[in-house]
């Protein structure tokens, strides 16, 4: 499986996108306007293995709902990860079996070094 979630408002995703130069065999699917399903979310997990590598920290919301305070569990990542787009740590490339989640330098480059 070749695949992308991302967030088509999302400048950064955009510019990873562009430089990533993904072959048209890539599907991208935008989560605000084609939310994650249950399924996609749990096979999400199993390549990265655990709902807290998906999640988001750095999000709006997590500060305005105060969840850094709370002691959160893996059913709670998956929760408002499902609940909430902006709880998914974007951009998820898949290539086949290997996922790479975020947008830091590291995680693209080896997303790049996937590619080749």
């Known amino acids: 499986m070749k695949k992308v979630y991302y967030l088509k408002t999302c400048n950064t995703c955009t510019r990873i996108l562009k430089e990533l130069n993904l072959s048209p065999e890539f599907v991208l699917q935008d989560i605000k306007s084609e939310p994650i399903t249950v399924k996609q979310i749990e096979d999400m997990n199993a390549l990265a293995g655990s709902y807290e590598a998906l999640f988001s920290k ?3 919301l997590y500060k305005e709902m105060d969840l850094k305070n709370q002691n959160l569990t893996e059913r709670d990542y998956k929760h ?4 909430h787009y902006t709880f998914l ?3 998820v490339i898949i290539i086949d079996d290997k996922i790479f989640v975020g947008n830091s330098k590291k ?3 080896a ?3 996937a590619l080749i």
């Open 111 to 113: 997303a790049k070094s």
């Open 58 to 60: 750095r999000a709006k």
């Open 107 to 109: 995680v693209i480059e």
């Open 89 to 91: 740590s974007r951009p």
């Open 80 to 83: 408002y990860i499902l609940d």
